[in-house]
């Protein structure tokens, strides 16, 4: 695959191969894969400060990375959630390409900073970021599953 033939933009309809393409991208991610249903996506795009940005070859989605950006009392803060990229167009920049794109969006939102989370296994992801210019803080981070 040639680099110059990924389209990069904003996901702002849905159809089925759409629903199946991020399916199929956030498998990848996670051992029980959210199962979307009728008007899910639709959802997650309708709520204010959510933004996704996909990367395609032709028709197909090869790449996906979202923000949701949240004003708080301190200011607006945004977290990085679900950057993934199919393994056979991995290591040509595509995950590098929607993480700036997601800088930029929290950059015109005025964000005052960006938090992501990043599996230790997935070496290659945490050197990108780290390269990016975020910084692997010292902290806890705790999650309550309901």
């Known amino acids: 695959m040639q680099r ?26 996670a051992s029980v894969p959210r199962i979307f249903v009728d008007g899910d996506m639709e959802r997650m795009l309708a709520q204010p400060g959510y933004y996704c940005i ?12 979202s923000i949701g950006i949240i004003e708080m ?5 945004a977290i990085i959630e679900d950057v993934v990229v199919l393994d056979a167009y991995r290591g040509q920049g595509i995950g590098k390409e929607l993480t700036l794109k997601l800088i930029e969006v929290a ?40």
């Open 73 to 77: 009392p301190m200011g607006k803060k």
């Open 54 to 65: 996909i990367a395609c070859d032709g028709e197909r989605i090869i790449g996906t990375a």
């Open 107 to 146: 950059k015109k939102e005025g964000v005052l900073y960006i938090d992501l989370t990043s599996n230790p296994s997935r070496e290659a992801a945490n050197a990108l970021y780290q390269k990016l210019g975020f910084d692997k803080r010292e902290t806890n981070v705790y999650r309550l599953t309901l």
């Open 4 to 29: 110059n033939m990924v389209l990069y933009k904003k996901l702002d309809s849905v159809s089925a191969s759409v629903v199946s393409d991020l399916q199929a991208l956030l498998a990848q991610l």
